[in-house]
């Protein structure tokens, strides 16, 4: 592994159902973000992670769960999926939580729930 | 509350010069970064700025304002392949960064 990888690269899902979205990084970052992307607009805070057995809820983090076990993973879960969570969805992780670190991304997993 | 604001879309001519600009509010400061996001990918970082002033970096630079809450970004002899979305985004006092949407840059040969 080099980096950063997310997986799967794409889904469609049926509303009700549970997902777990996968990031893994190979940097031994401390930080880990994830992040949803929505067409004309930024990019919104999920979860986020400072460092392994910490998480904290970002800007939009109703229906999804993290967990960080260790410092390589940062799951994301949507227990129920609805169709509103239909996007594409961005793991990062940064060296440092203080400034000057810039985060790195993962590929990416688009997401369709019907 | 915190807001970014910058141009939604901008069209350029290969080899010229293009400055996307962005205004910010954010609760505390600490930096701002310009991304580059081709469509379909991942942002990948372009630059950071904490200091007033110009940071230059090859084609592409970046200035910031601290005191007017202001940066762009400046791209030159522009290339096809700068045809993409430039995403500000500065780091409150949390240290998170706050996205704006994006400025989707077209370079026309």
């Known amino acids: 592994i080099a980096g950063i990888t997310q997986a799967p690269t794409s889904q469609i899902l049926a509303a009700g159902r549970r997902m777990t979205l996968r990031c893994t990084q190979d940097?031994?970052?401390?930080?880990m973000y994830w992040y949803r992307q929505d067409l004309g607009l930024g990019l919104r805070l999920i979860h986020y992670?400072?460092?392994?057995?910490?998480?904290g809820k970002g800007e939009v983090p109703d229906g999804y769960s993290v967990s960080r076990a260790n410092t390589d993973d940062f799951p994301l879960t949507l227990a129920s999926a609805v169709p509103s969570q239909t996007s594409v969805y961005f793991c990062?992780?940064?060296?440092?939580?203080?400034?000057?670190?810039?985060?790195?991304f993962g590929p990416g997993t688009r997401l369709t729930v019907l | 509350g915190q807001n970014i604001d910058q141009p939604t879309e901008m069209t350029a001519t290969e080899g010229a010069i293009v400055q996307i600009n962005c205004t910010y509010q954010?609760?505390?400061?600490?930096?701002l970064f310009w991304y580059q996001q081709h469509a379909g990918e991942a942002p990948t970082f372009l630059s950071y700025?904490?200091l007033d002033g110009l940071e230059e970096k090859g084609r592409f630079s970046s200035f910031l304002s601290r005191s007017k809450g202001y940066s762009y970004l400046l791209l030159k002899e522009l290339q096809m392949k700068d045809s993409a979305s430039y995403l500000c985004?500065?780091?409150?006092?949390?240290?998170?960064?706050?996205w704006g949407a994006g400025t989707k840059l077209i370079i026309k040969p």
């Open positions: 990062a992780s940064s060296d440092k939580t203080s400034g000057g670190n810039e985060q790195f």
């Open positions: 940097m031994r970052h401390n930080a």
């Open positions: 992670s400072n460092t392994a057995g910490t998480t």
């Open positions: 954010t609760s505390g400061f600490n930096g």
């Open positions: 700025n904490v």
């Open positions: 985004a500065p780091m409150d006092s949390n240290y998170q960064l706050i």
